[in-house]
């Protein structure tokens, strides 16, 4: 299961309740609506070919930033864009 954590805050699941767990902060909850539904999904970096996991969300102390996972390393994209303008493509769910 993945679980959205805010930097020093509890853990956040996607569909718990905003009255019970709200970090709306910015446009958390909207980045959290349309990521949700991603988490576990594999993308490929078109400039590499590499194969990631999207893992889920970070709420950083500066940005959110979109968690992708390979080889046990993780890269961070800032939740400034989609996924897909960092250069990533959906593979076939």
Request: hydrophobic share 40%; glycine share 10%.
């Amino acid at each position: 299961m993945n679980v959205i954590v805010e930097a020093g805050g509890a853990p956040v699941k996607p569909g718990d309740s905003a009255e019970d767990t709200c970090i709306c902060k910015g446009n958390w909850q909207l980045i959290i609506k349309e990521a949700a539904p991603l988490m576990d999904n594999q993308f490929v970096q078109e400039s590499t070919g590499n194969i990631y996991t999207f893992w889920g969300v970070l709420h950083g102390s500066d940005d959110y930033y979109y968690v992708m996972s390979r080889d046990g390393k993780v890269q961070l994209l800032s939740c400034v864009g989609s996924i897909e303008e960092a250069g990533f493509r959906l593979l076939a769910r």
